[in-house]
């Protein structure tokens, strides 16, 4: 960064060009779009996510991100959202649940089996069973019992049978 | 109501429907504010703002179809049935449905409020039942004012047109859509006697399965709880609460908090006396005021804060050997006779058999998905409020009190909520919302961490339940005796002692009415650990031990425990508990079959793996589950699940499915593993690592539900699941493991006798 001025034009060797500023901040990719956060940078992607960026799918889940209501993929892979400074996260790729369906508004395989499914109680904890479902997809596209019983997601309703259905549903669809 | 003009007709209707028209040639039934009518707000209005219309039902010009909901939605369905009820009775197409959550309307009648849409409670598994003639009301006259409509400008009597799919058809094949006749609809006079709903014969939508209608908006992250809500200004506070109700601040040193960047402010917030439990703040609190969320967690973690400790040390321990104490006791009286049926002593001296078991279950805590939060906005003029509540008026009371407000001024909006089970009965949130609002004269959005929600809750009593039963030489239970020592649930909320029990005990619950001398005692403890309603409640801890007591008598008699079971009901008759409640034992025959075919029951003896079973009634809903277990090791496998329920009429099955599979697991995760401890009157679980809902490896792969096809009038499902899970699983557990689990949390239990 202490370079960046040593780039910049000198001044006042054109009337027109002003000198550009320095960009503070840490640049991220959420959801295919460029952001840049110039607050404090220790502060976890969370609360970026929610407070900032207003994206609030991204749900809190507690102190220790407890429950897996805050999962996101960061360069595919599954993370709390609550343990990572927004710092960590320069150049990285972030998708959230809003990121998971196209742009033209179709449904991801799985959201759309969580629908189909009625895999939903209050709805709360849903968008991180979709992203550590998803996680789980990407590395065992035809998941056993087993390895969907690893999913760390808590939910107090009760949808965990209707969740694992609608994993199952996108194996059978992957397979077919 | 005497005010009408040309564009709002203010006819009553069985006292409460109002026609109006809405903005744009709209169509509304609905219950208008008082002022919408009679101030009188011009008609162009209406249609920009639901929440100040209080509308069941618009139709728009285009044919859309927006359907208030009045009760929140904490998961329990009640957007989707409930919008399914009136759509059905308009026959709507479900296509072009949208709804929308109604919040508070209070009507100032002469300083009087008044609630417009009636009691907007969810709880209790109440919503469908105290809606259902309401909303089919509303559905009907819209319907009949759409025939009428149609009639006119077709030429034909409207007895010759029906509705379907959100047209009205003619016999000569023509049409017209909701949409082209919404605004003559509405300048037609209702009728002076209430419009007949359909008959059942002709629900379209209404038994038929539908998904959630915010499906789609929570799968893409767009469904906003209150905590996903943010308001201009607002700031954001979090909260580190006093361990004691009763205690205070000993020390505090905000500087550091300060100097936290982002950090607006430190204020404090303490119960007021002698306000009820759920009125007012729970314990003493110092409030964090930021900029945002994370400033303020910051600020938090940087307060220098002594607390003095209250006069409270009470230990969970020591309450469970109170509680144990008193039912042993003989001599001690009890708190409330419940019930008494016979002469219980008399018959089980002359008996050939008699056995006794005590149960033990543990204090829990209601740990919602989404925590305790509100946003609130308080200035002279008026309040507004995000409320995750299960009881808006209740939260309206609060603000009411605190404010000073009067009741129009007071907004309360409810949008979908993150779990509710009892806990948003209570408004302790809601009047730290209020307080921190008014003292820093600027909105505010309140949260809680999950370390506070799971140490400041009002939890749910550890209770311990001892019975007697004696045996004739038929094998007959012929006398019943259940003890039950418990903390209420409803003390210190401003209720007369006589009705403590009420939250501990069903008067109505199995086996009275089977069992000709039948004694139900509750036995009170004081406690000063805070608690309050509970999912499910009283019926998920009697249940679990009554049970589990069945199946220890079928044991000692070497039956069958669906045998016993089918004994003890007796013929499909129905019998007759008081306050007007029946059992109906068909019924209850009809669903422990049910299961005990799916399960294959026949096998009990002979497979390997444990089979249990039980059953329970609420209130004119029957429930059972069959479950079967199996044992690797110490390692206990849920292998079948299997609930029967009959509700009558079920209005969306796949809702109904959805919430006695999930109540099912919800009872299966607290059974298995969950208890509150405290020492000191302090809770010692801070987070779900050691208040451990259960993970999917815990739980079954899958959950049968059989719903018995019904055409009474839909009852409450939404914790109907709950209380036969738990039993059948201890009882499965005893077949395959010969320990018999009589106190919970079970896994640990069973672990130190295997």
Known sequence: MANAQDQMPTPGTSNTIVPEKVREGVDLEINGKSYRHSGDDQMPLLWYLRDVLRLTGTKYSGEHGEGGYDLVLVDGKLASATHLPVAKLAGKKVTTVEGLAATDGKLHPLQQAFVDEDAIGCGYCTPGWLMASLDLLNRHPQPSDNDIDQLPNLCRCGCQTRVRRAIKRVAKGAHA | ?754
């Not at chain 2, 023509?174 to 359909?198: C, F, H, T």
């Not at chain 2, 003989?330 to 089980?348: E, H, I, L, M, T």
């Not at chain 2, 002359?350 to 919602?368: D, F, G, I, N, S």
């Open chain 2, 1 to 754: 109501m005497s005010h009408t003009n040309d564009n709002a007709i203010a006819l009553s209707r069985r006292g409460f429907l109002k026609v109006l028209a809405g903005a744009a040639g709209a169509l509304v039934v609905g219950i208008p504010f008082a002022q919408a009518v009679d101030a009188p707000v011009p008609p162009a209005l209406l249609g920009d703002t639901l929440y100040g219309l209080g509308a069941y039902v618009r139709i728009d010009a285009d044919g859309h179809v927006v359907i208030g909901i009045r009760d929140p939605d904490t998961g329990t369905g009640t957007s989707t049935s409930l919008a399914r009820i009136i759509a059905d009775e308009l026959d709507a197409d479900w296509t072009r449905v949208s709804t929308v959550s109604l919040g508070l309307g209070v009507e100032d009648d002469n300083g009087k409020p008044r609630w417009v849409y009636g009691h907007q409670t969810s709880g209790l598994g109440n919503s469908i039942p105290a809606a259902w003639a309401d909303l089919r009301g509303a559905g009907a006259l819209a319907r009949w004012l759409l025939l009428q409509a149609a009639a006119r400008r077709l030429g034909v009597p409207a007895d010759r047109l029906h509705c379907q799919e959100g047209n009205v058809v003619a016999p000569d094949g023509r049409r017209l859509g909701y949409g082209e006749l919404a605004e003559a609809a509405a300048k037609i006079a209702p009728p002076d006697a209430p419009v007949p709903p359909k008959t059942p014969d002709r629900y379209t939508l209404i038994g038929q399965p539908a998904g959630d209608v915010d499906a789609r908006a929570i799968v893409t992250g767009q469904a906003t709880h209150a905590l996903d809500t943010y308001m201009a200004d607002a700031l954001i506070a979090v909260l580190s609460h006093c361990p004691w109700p009763d205690g205070s601040v000993e020390s505090l040193d905000t500087s550091e908090a300060l100097a936290v960047k982002g950090v607006v402010k430190v204020v404090q917030v303490k119960p007021e006396a002698g306000v009820p439990l759920g009125q007012t703040v729970r314990s003493p609190a110092v409030a964090v005021l930021a900029e945002n969320t994370w400033a303020a967690l910051q600020g938090r973690a940087k307060l220098k804060l002594q607390w003095k400790a209250g006069a409270q040390n009470e230990s969970s321990a020591w309450f469970e050997q109170q509680a144990a104490d008193l039912v042993n006791d003989k001599n001690a009286q009890p708190a409330a006779r419940v019930r008494n049926d016979g002469d219980v002593d008399a018959a089980a001296k002359k008996a050939a058999h008699r056995l006794e078991a005590t149960y033990v279950q543990p204090w829990l805590a209601h740990a919602t998905a989404e925590p305790m939060n509100c946003v609130a906005k308080v200035d002279k003029d008026g309040a507004v409020l995000v409320v995750p509540t299960q009881a808006p008026q209740q939260a309206w009371k609060v603000v009411q009190r605190l404010t000073g407000l009067s009741p129009a001024q007071i907004e309360i909006r409810v949008p979908r909520v993150g779990g509710g089970y009892g806990r948003r009965l209570d408004h302790d949130y809601v009047a730290e919302a209020v307080m921190l609002a008014k003292a820093v004269e600027k909105p505010v959005k309140l949260m809680w961490t999950r370390d506070e929600d799971l140490t400041q809750d009002y939890y749910r009593s550890a209770t311990v339940h001892k019975f007697s039963a004696a045996l004739d030489g038929k094998r007959q239970i012929v006398s019943w005796n259940q003890r039950m020592a418990s903390a209420s649930a409803l003390a210190q909320r401003g209720l007369p002692d006589n009705q403590l029990w009420t939250s501990e005990v069903d008067a109505h619950q199995l086996p009275a009415g089977l069992v000709p001398h039948l004694r139900n005692d509750w036995y009170s403890l004081p406690s000063a650990m805070l608690r309050g309603p509970s999912r499910g409640m009283p019926h998920v801890s009697n249940a679990f031990a009554v049970e589990s007591f069945v199946d220890e008598i079928a044991h000692s008699l070497k039956e069958d425990p669906l045998v016993t079971r089918l004994r003890l009901i007796g013929e499909a008759r129905m019998i007759p508990l008081g306050d007007g409640r029946t059992l109906d034992t068909g019924r209850l025959i009809n669903v422990l079959k049910l299961v005990a075919d799916r399960i294959e029951w026949k096998n009990w003896l002979r497979t390997v793996n444990g089979l249990g079973i039980a059953c329970w009634h609420i209130d004119g809903a029957y429930v059972a589950h069959a479950i079967e277990t199996s044992l690797q090791g110490d390692r206990l496998n849920i292998e079948r699940v299997v609930c029967a329920v009959d509700v009558g009429r079920a209005v969306n099955p796949m809702g109904l499915e959805g919430q006695v599979a999930g109540a099912t697991l919800d009872a299966l995760s607290a059974a298995l593993n969950l208890s509150i401890s405290y020492k000191d009157s302090q809770v010692q679980q801070h987070s779900w690592k050691d208040y451990p809902l259960a993970s999917m490896a815990l739980l079954p792969d899958t959950t049968e539900v059989i719903i018995v096809p019904g055409d009474r009038d839909p009852t409450g499902a939404s914790f109907l699941g709950m209380p036969s899970a738990a039993p059948a699983l201890a009882n499965a557990v005893f077949r395959v493991s010969a320990v018999r689990v009589r106190r919970l949390p079970l896994l640990k239990e069973m672990l130190r006798m295997l």
